[in-house]
């Protein structure tokens, strides 16, 4: 952008200088050359009431005068043919001037002017200027160079400041790309500057109000998150007073079950009403395995073979911790809602070089081919349709990705998972 506006401004200035300067370039050579031809002719006028009144002693001192103080070449041709002055030919113009016309003439090396006189006895004859073309343009390219020198220095100043303007722009520019992808990477508290040039200022304030405003729903959306999780606690309360009732065993068992929903009931608060205090990495070889360790419990249960193949730690990836088990959770817990008891499942973590990779299969039924698409809320299953797309969501922020896969029988989903900014 900076490179355009000076580009444009250089060519806007030239064209202007160029319009301006040509035709005053020309008007100084016209008037240097007038100039010339005037101060010529006034002083071969000069002489014609010498050649009536003056002897030929005090016409030829005169004559050599205004030769000596004039930068033309003066010369006197008298009626008896006597030649007086500077030496020249009788031109075709001298001749016209010894008949009473003057005249002048453009010639090979100058200007010739003639002014016909007459002297005492009434015969005709003829003062000859002659000006050379250094005369006729004398001054004129020390003229000319005070031009080029004033165009390029309005040039230059005009490129300053065209320099400085596109500065400005291009600094505002920046910043609001700067800000707008602060925005983008969820830093709500960058704001541009409103002070910038003209429209920009107008777009930079439109910006930071987006952004207020952008601030003020994800306010209210973590609150409301936070408010409906919370009203989840009163039920939870209930079921815990219910377990009491319950067989030792039982409710040893169920009570782990309801620590477990209060436990993710307290971090969806938390998790809602932060905003980023999470580490952005984590240990997703320690965080897997107690993880499984939790679910193992519940694939005994159902008598689910769990096979579980962890990379050893630490193995760190971009993903919070509280966001990695989340994703561990839907995938286990897909299977155990999706898949009949005792079918068989396994979990691999293999270390890549830009992060991890989490595989989960399963032996059941795997997904029809006439499934939904693997889209939010959609589900081909009577769920929410939520799990597959949390663990979608967090794969991707990380820069990783999920897809699926079926070996013939059965479901495998793998989960890529980038590895922690170092810089």
Request: charged share 20%; glycine share 10%.
């Amino acid at each position: 952008m900076r490179r355009r506006v000076l580009v444009l401004v250089t060519a806007t200035t030239t064209l202007v200088l160029i319009a301006f300067l040509v035709p005053l370039a020309l008007l100084v050579r016209t008037v240097a050359t007038d100039r010339a031809v005037a101060t010529a002719t006034a002083q071969a006028q000069s002489l014609s009431p010498l050649v009536a009144t003056a002897d030929r002693e005090a016409l030829a001192l005169a004559v050599g005068q205004v030769d000596a103080t004039t930068p033309a070449d003066v010369t006197l041709f008298l009626p008896d043919g006597t030649v007086l002055g500077a030496p020249a030919a009788r031109t075709p113009l001298v001749q016209l001037g010894s008949r009473g016309v003057s005249a002048s003439g453009e010639v090979p090396g100058g200007r010739e002017i003639v002014v016909a006189v007459r002297d005492a006895t009434g015969a005709g004859g003829a003062v000859r200027a002659f000006v050379p073309d250094a005369e006729l343009t004398r001054g004129v390219d020390r003229s000319w160079l005070l031009l080029a020198g004033l165009g390029i220095t309005l040039l230059a100043v005009g490129l300053v400041l065209a320099d400085r303007l596109a500065r400005r722009l291009v600094r505002a520019t920046t910043d609001l790309a700067v800000v707008s992808d602060r925005l983008a990477r969820g830093d709500l508290d960058a704001r541009a500057d409103a002070a910038a040039p003209a429209e920009l200022g107008v777009v930079a304030g439109a910006l930071n109000g987006l952004a207020g405003r952008i601030a003020d729903l994800l306010r209210e959306e973590r609150e409301t998150v936070a408010d409906l999780a919370h009203r989840v606690r009163t039920p939870l309360t209930s079921l815990r007073l219910e377990v009491e009732s319950l067989p030792a065993a039982d409710a040893a068992r169920v009570d782990a079950g309801v620590d477990a929903v209060q436990r993710a009931v307290t971090a969806a608060i938390e998790q809602a009403r932060r905003r980023g205090a999470d580490p952005a990495a984590c240990d997703a070889s320690a965080v897997v395995a107690e993880r499984v360790a939790f679910w193992a419990v519940l694939a005994e249960d159902t008598d689910r073979e769990l096979a579980v193949e962890l990379a050893p730690g630490p193995l760190p990836v971009a993903l919070p911790r509280s966001d990695l088990e989340a994703v561990v959770d839907a995938l286990l817990g897909n299977v155990f809602a999706h898949t009949p008891d005792g079918t068989s499942l396994a979990v691999r973590l293999d270390a890549e070089p830009a992060g991890a990779t989490l595989t989960v299969t399963d032996t059941g039924p795997g997904i029809p081919a006439d499934a939904p698409a693997l889209d939010r809320g959609v589900s081909g299953a009577g769920s929410t349709g939520l799990g597959l797309d949390i663990a979608r969501r967090a794969a991707e922020r990380s820069g990783g990705g999920l897809r699926l896969e079926s070996p013939g029988r059965g479901l495998r989903v793998v989960v890529s998972l980038g590895a922690p900014d170092r810089t």
